[in-house]
T-cell receptor, first 112, second 116 residues
Framework: DAKTTQPPSMDCAEGRAANLPCNHSTISGNEYVYWYRQIHSQGPQYIIHGLKNNETNEMASLIITEDRKSSTLILPHATLRDTAVYYCIVRDNSNSGYALNFGKGTSLLVTP | GAVVSQHPSRVICKSGTSVKIECRSLDFQATTMFWYRQFPKQSLMLMATSNEGSKATYEQGVEKDKFLINHASLTLSTLTVTSAHPEDSSFYIC????????????FGQGTRLTVV
């Protein structure tokens, strides 16, 4: 079972920031928070990951609460091409055999 | 980022035949690869973990004799769907971890299998 909870769907206007929440209240100390997205009929695309510090890259920012029980993925200026299903996943990186277990994700619709 | 190539991207086969799907890591060596299956409007479901040079580990409910996995080299894993039936029609996706830095998993573009 996935260890994260996400809203099933969200809308965002083009050009505005998209803030996607994720709850992971049972996260353990070794587990990282990963975000992937899947555009229709394609393989998942890596976005960002973090352990406890906030992270930023060219795609997005990841804000992790101090207690690590929740996080928010921020797409600063959403475009129509950002319409996709976004998955928040926790994974223990200490063992390469641990797969990413996908939950149901959040279906983000970016509208003109 | 690293590239994982999956082939074919789409295949149609007749019931009772077998289909092989290839997953290649193009610019890195992958000791571990994963195979997922995704039905329409559902999330990805892990089928098996494939380790180079050893037998794959299958998730509960996945028939190892039906879904044959071979990971003979550090850059190639194959999934063979044997004696395919219409209920095996699905989107199959592979994923690979970098050999040294296992902190990111890279995914292939997926294979749409239709069994008629």
């Amino acid at each position: 079972d996935a260890k994260t909870t996400q809203p099933p769907s969200m809308d965002c206007a083009e050009g505005r920031a998209a803030n996607l929440p994720c709850n992971h209240s049972t996260i353990s100390g070794n587990e990282y928070v990963y975000w992937y997205r899947q555009i229709h009929s394609q393989g998942p695309q890596y976005i960002i990951h973090g352990l406890k510090n906030n992270e930023t890259n060219e795609m997005a920012s990841l804000i992790i609460t101090e207690d690590r029980k929740s996080s928010t993925l921020i797409l600063p200026h959403a475009t129509l091409r950002d319409t996709a299903v976004y998955y928040c996943i926790v994974r223990d990186n200490s063992n390469s055999g641990y797969a990413l277990n996908f939950g149901k994700g959040t279906s983000l619709l970016v509208t003109p | 980022g690293a590239v994982v190539s999956q082939h074919p991207s789409r295949v149609i086969c007749k019931s009772g035949t077998s289909v092989k799907i290839e997953c290649r890591s193009l610019d890195f060596q992958a000791t571990t690869m994963f195979w997922y299956r995704q039905f329409p409007k559902q999330s990805l479901m892990l089928m098996a973990t494939s380790n180079e040079g050893s037998k794959a580990t299958y998730e509960q409910g996945v028939e190892k004799d039906k879904f044959l996995i071979n990971h003979a080299s550090l850059t190639l894993s194959t999934l063979t769907v044997t004696s395919a039936h219409p209920e095996d029609s699905s989107f199959y996706i592979c994923s690979a971890l970098l050999r040294v830095l296992n902190t990111e998993a890279f995914f292939g573009q997926g294979t749409r299998l239709t069994v008629v």
